[in-house]
C-alpha cells in the first residue's frame, strides 16, 4: 500500500516545496497603479501534464507508473472583487482496489499574488474530504469550512498557487533561506536551498535546470530529516520539470513532466537544447 499512500501526498509536496523568498521580484515590479496587474511569466490557458512514478523495494529498484498529474490556469476570476488568477491541479491513479482523483484549485490576486481562496476535493479509496479555504490578506487569517477563524500571514500564498508564485521570484544556486510566507502560519518557517545547476531529460524532452532542496516542518514528503530534490526550468519560466523524494525507507516517489503547453499570452518559453520539442 505505500505506492497508494504516497498519491495522496504528491499535490501538496509540489507545492509546498515552492513558498515564496518573500514576495516575488514580478509583483514588486507593479506598473504604477494599485489596480495594475504584477508581471508574470505565465498565462491563461497553460497547461502541463506529468508522469508520477515509484521506485524502492517493493518494485525491486524499477520504477512503476502509479498515476498523472496536470496544472493549469484557467481564465481569470473575481474573488471579492478582487481580479484573481484561477489555477487547477490534478491528481489521478492509483494501484489495484486503491484509486485516487484529487483536485487542487486555487485563486490569487493579480495585483499582489496573494492567496484569496484555496478548494481541496479529495477522492482516495475511502477517504473523501473536502476542504474550503477562504483567505484574507488584510487580516492576517484563514477560515476553513465553517471552523473559526485562524492565524494566516502577511502575504500568504497556499498548496494551489505556490508553484506559480516561485516562477516570479529569482533563484540562485547556493542560496540557503527560511520563508514565512504559507498561509497556515503555524506550518513556518520553510527552509529553501538552491543546490546547482545541470541538464536533464523528461518525456517532454531535454532541458536546462535548477535543483533545489526543501525541508519543511511536517509528516510529509518534504518532512526535517527527509531528502527531495525539485528541478525547475533555468530560465525565466521556471517550470516544474521533476521532482524526486523519498517518501519512506520503502522508496522514492518520482514525477516527470511528459507536455507542455504555453499559454497564448506568454512572452517567453522554457530553455531546452536547440532542435528539441515540448509533446
Do not use: C
Not at 116 to 128: H, N, T, V
Not at 159 to 169: E, P, Q, W
Not at 208 to 232: C, D, M, Q, Y
Not at 242 to 251: D, E, H, T
Request: aromatic letters at 10%; proline letters at 7%.
Amino acid at each position: 500500500m505505500i505506492v497508494a499512500r504516497t498519491l495522496r501526498r504528491i499535490a501538496v509536496a509540489a507545492s509546498l516545496v515552492v513558498l515564496p523568498l518573500g514576495r516575488g521580484v514580478f509583483a514588486q515590479q507593479l506598473a504604477g497603479t494599485d489596480s495594475a496587474r504584477a508581471r508574470v511569466p505565465f498565462g491563461v490557458g497553460e497547461r502541463l501534464e506529468y508522469d508520477i512514478k515509484f521506485s524502492g523495494k517493493p518494485t525491486l529498484g524499477r520504477e512503476v507508473h502509479v498515476g498523472n498529474g496536470s496544472m493549469e490556469i484557467l481564465p481569470m476570476d473575481t474573488v471579492r472583487g478582487h481580479d484573481a488568477w484561477h489555477t487547477m491541479f490534478r491528481l489521478s491513479g492509483g494501484i489495484p482496489f486503491y484509486r485516487v482523483n484529487d483536485k487542487y484549485e486555487a485563486w490569487a490576486d493579480a495585483r499582489t499574488l496573494t492567496s484569496l481562496r484555496f478548494f481541496q476535493d479529495i477522492d482516495e479509496g475511502s477517504y473523501e474530504p473536502k476542504r474550503h479555504y477562504e483567505i484574507f490578506p488584510e487580516r492576517r487569517e484563514y477560515i476553513e469550512n465553517d471552523k473559526p477563524p485562524q492565524e494566516s500571514v502577511e502575504h500568504p500564498v497556499d498548496d494551489g498557487f505556490l508553484l506559480y508564485y516561485i516562477r516570479t521570484v529569482p533563484l540562485r544556486v547556493g542560496l540557503d533561506t527560511t520563508i514565512n510566507n504559507y498561509f497556515r502560519a503555524d506550518r513556518n518557517p520553510i527552509r529553501i536551498k538552491v543546490v546547482r545547476r545541470e541538464k536533464i531529460k523528461v518525456p517532454a524532452g531535454e532541458f536546462n535546470a535548477i535543483v533545489i532542496e526543501p525541508t519543511i516542518k511536517t509528516t510529509g514528503i518534504f518532512k526535517e530529516g527527509g531528502k527531495a530534490s525539485l528541478w525547475l526550468s533555468d530560465d525565466d519560466n521556471r517550470i516544474m520539470l521533476q521532482m524526486k523524494s523519498r517518501v519512506s525507507s520503502l522508496g522514492s516517489l518520482n514525477v516527470y513532466l511528459k507536455s507542455y503547453r504555453p499559454s497564448p499570452t506568454a512572452s517567453t518559453t522554457p530553455t531546452r537544447p536547440p532542435g528539441d520539442t515540448i509533446r
